[in-house]
């Protein structure tokens, strides 16, 4: 069947290709997905498949093919979302968008979702049961996220199992990477305001001064790693953004800084935010400066993908012609994908589409960003695939 279905990708290559140049020429933001919802609902009907639009976000698209048979319920899943990133490659479809750009791939995850979407509909005799098509607003949004509004309106509620793909030039093309349980981190991010006294540069004895003040976190934070949490367990603390001041010769009164850490493990998130805290207030009151930290609420959990569904997951792949499965290790990175995996049991899965012959080298959210488009037809096969083994489960 793994063939079968690679061979009629392959026919419709040219079709899924082209659709993914349309959207990555005309990127949309998070929440503003209105052209690419247009498009996947067109692309659906002509399918003959039932859509809905709007469900918990005004750009979700929400696809349903039912066989009538019974069976499982099996949703897939695309994000739609661009990233506010200025392109920098020479592809002749290239973003129209000024400070706009598919620079994760989300154009490749739509136009594969439609690639298998076609499958499965010219396939449907193999079926059993449903599949929903989930195509996904805001992926890239950090906190809350499209998942989280999607499942409050229900879109998991009749789904047996869910399965989500991403492309990634971490990894070779062609080749298909999962993991079994805890995948990919928690992200949360916080921010610290230093409140100090501003003066005269010359005289910072009479000053309370922000900017060393925050040096000084800087340095001390990075202890969070390297003496406060488990050295074994994975876990990163980055400072990202920095902003004080307005003048050479101007102590100012106020840092504010911003910045991320990433868990693969509740506890060692707990003792991380707690330390985190401790560590900045010590310093600010060390050094009679006032602070303020938060970390943001409702960050998107920590992705496990469910232990035997993803045996099965990679038993499956492992019968596509010229691709390679393989066990991946967890990664800091996160996605909200994580929230489907809380409720129905599932796996996210990355496809690899790293190619020096087609200059594919630079990582995902860089603005040289590029995929190597052949392995568009390896995702649409992979997701039909699932989609049908999965409805036939008993
Ligand atoms: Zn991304
Ligand atoms: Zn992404």
Redesign the pocket.
């Known amino acids: 069947m793994a063939k079968n279905l690679l061979d009629q990708a392959k026919e419709i290559e040219p079709k899924v290709i082209s659709i993914r140049r349309i959207i990555h020429e005309t990127p949309e933001l998070a929440y503003q997905e209105n052209n690419t919802a247009s498009l996947v609902e067109n692309e659906l009907k002509r399918l003959g498949i039932d859509v809905k639009r709007g469900v918990g976000l005004p750009t979700a698209v929400i696809g349903e093919l039912d066989t009538g048979k019974e069976g499982k319920t099996v949703a897939l899943r695309a994000d739609m979302d661009a ?1 506010p990133i200025e392109e920098m490659t020479d592809l002749p479809f290239k973003s129209k968008v000024k400070g706009i750009m598919h620079a ?1 791939g989300h154009d490749t995850h739509v136009a594969m979702l439609l690639g298998a979407a076609e499958l499965i509909s010219r396939n449907k005799d193999l079926l059993s049961g449903k599949v929903k098509f989930i195509f996904q607003p805001a ?2 949004e950090g906190s809350i996220g499209g998942a989280k509004p999607l499942i409050e309106a229900g879109v998991l509620n009749d789904v047996d199992y869910v399965f989500g793909l991403h492309v990634s030039n971490s990894y070779p093309s062609k080749a298909f990477i999962t993991r079994k349980g805890a995948f990919m981190a928690i992200p949360d991010s916080f921010k610290i305001i230093i409140r100090g006294k501003s003066g005269h540069a010359s005289a910072p004895h009479n000053t309370v001064d922000p900017v060393f003040i925050s040096a000084q976190i800087v340095t001390a934070l990075q202890a969070v790693r390297s003496r406060i949490t488990d050295p074994v367990q994975p876990f990163v603390l980055s400072i990202t953004t920095i902003h004080a001041g307005t003048k050479d010769n101007i102590i100012p009164d106020e840092a504010i800084m911003e910045g991320t850490i990433r868990s693969l493990d509740y506890k060692v998130r707990e003792k991380a935010i707690t330390y985190t805290k401790k560590i900045v207030e010590s310093i600010c009151t060390g050094f009679d400066a006032k602070c303020e930290v938060t970390f943001s609420q409702d960050v998107y959990p920590l992705t496990v993908n469910h232990p035997e569904v993803t045996d099965e997951v990679m038993d499956h792949l492992k019968h596509i012609p010229g691709s390679v499965v393989l066990e991946g290790d967890p990664i800091l990175g996160a996605e909200d994908f994580s929230r489907y995996l809380q409720v129905k049991p599932g796996t996210f899965i990355f496809l690899g589409t790293r190619n020096e012959n087609t200059g594919s080298i630079h990582p ?2 860089s603005s040289k960003f590029t995929v190597d488009e052949d392995v568009l037809k390896y995702g649409s096969t992979a997701l039909a695939l699932l989609a049908i083994a999965f409805s036939r489960k008993k």
């Open positions: 990233l994760c992926e890239e995902n959210h």
